[in-house]
Nanobody, 124 residues
Framework: QVQLVESGGGLVQAGASLRLSCKVSGGTNGRNAMGWFRQAPGKERQFVAALNTVSGETLYADSVKGRFTISRDNAGNTLFLQMNNLRPADTAVYYC?????????????????WGQGTHVTVSP
């Protein structure tokens, strides 16, 4: 069973940076598609970034492009989301996700495993 555990959230001021981490364990082969999503109160879960762990290709939501970077450590055990120049609109619970399959996906339904989420709050 794949387990994903996020960390690194917190309360920051606009313009600050945060680095989220997602520890991956269980039944992955290192080739699973990985992604980050977020969900603000009263809103649907929203795509943030995705990584093709085979090719290294990345994909970003327009709202975070140029500010956020998705990456993974060489061992393939930890997924990161570097968030720079944070805005109040980035306030949400951030979720790490993994697919059973390789590739790159932006849809919630393409992911099979989810972490418990980590809170990010950006004050004006």
């Amino acid at each position: 069973q794949v387990q994903l555990v996020e960390s690194g959230g917190g309360l920051v001021q606009a313009g600050a940076s945060l680095r989220l981490s997602c520890k991956v364990s269980g039944g992955t082969n290192g080739r699973n598609a990985m992604g980050w999503f977020r969900q603000a109160p009263g809103k649907e879960r929203q795509f943030v970034a995705a990584l093709n762990t085979v090719s290294g290709e990345t994909l970003y939501a327009d709202s975070v492009k140029g500010r956020f970077t998705i990456s993974r450590d060489n061992a393939g055990n930890t997924l990161f989301l570097q968030m720079n120049n944070l805005r109040p609109a980035d306030t949400a619970v951030y979720y790490c996700a993994a697919s059973r399959y390789s590739g790159i996906y932006f849809q919630v339904r393409s992911y099979n495993y989810w972490g418990q989420g980590t809170h990010v709050t950006v004050s004006p």
